[in-house]
């Protein structure tokens, strides 16, 4: 393959890439603290990064409901390990622990999953978690400067290697932070995607074209 029609090659699998990454956004608009990634050359080299921006926050009057200022995380215990979230869909699971919207228990500042005694625990503007009149822990949270930096999937943030502060501004209750996917800037997105891979789908027919008469000349130079 020669370099030319290896470039274009390589600019339209990257042209599918960045639409996959956006069908993912799109199929997660709805989903509570959901944060998009974003794809393209940073300092000279394909890549993908996490969208900084915080999501819309809507009113739902649910106690369990809560939104974080912006830059705080929850920390919860995932399959993997730690990790950090803005997913603020809170209940109480059937080990009684208090988990966010997929399941993963929430830690407390006592580093530990909060296990409360009812399922109608009570969230104050500090975080404490009160069950039945009684301090269960306090949601632990983490102040992250600049998310763009870290990776992740959906709505769990995997910490980096940077050394991260304690967040003790109030959370908001009663409230839900959306995804950060900004629907109709998807849609402009997929518009141009389509556009700049129909044009690297050109280049390599029209490159393929060319070889193949520069090949046959030559063939026929030499009988």
């Not at 988990?99 to 999953?113: A, D, I, K, R, Y």
Request: charged share 25%; with cysteine.
């Amino acid at each position: 393959m020669n370099a030319s029609l290896q470039l274009a090659s390589t600019r339209l699998r990257q042209q599918y890439a960045q639409l996959d990454q956006v069908a993912q956004n799109q199929a997660n608009s709805s989903t509570p603290g959901y944060v998009a990634r974003d794809s393209g050359y940073r300092n000279g080299e394909f890549a993908s990064w996490l969208r900084q921006r915080e999501g819309a926050v809507a009113e739902t009057g649910r106690n369990l409901d809560i939104s974080l200022p912006e830059g705080a995380y929850l920390k919860v215990d995932s399959n993997d390990g730690p990790r950090l979230t803005r997913r603020g869909d809170l209940r109480v699971n059937e080990q009684r622990q208090l988990v966010v919207g997929q399941g993963f228990p929430v830690l407390g500042e006592s580093g530990q999953p909060i296990v409360v005694d009812d399922a109608s625990p009570y969230i104050s503007k500090d975080g404490s978690v009160f069950s039945q009149g009684r301090l269960i822990d306090k949601i632990a949270r983490t102040y992250v400067d600049d998310i763009r930096s870290l990776d992740g999937e959906g709505t769990l943030i995997l910490p980096g290697g940077q050394a991260y502060t304690a967040d003790n501004r109030e959370i908001t209750t009663g409230v839900l932070e959306a995804s950060n996917v900004d629907v109709v800037e998807e849609q402009t997105n997929v518009v141009a995607l389509m556009h700049r891979a129909t044009i690297f789908s050109e280049c390599m027919k029209t490159i393929d074209k060319v070889n193949d008469k520069a090949i046959s000349e030559l063939s026929r130079g030499r009988s």
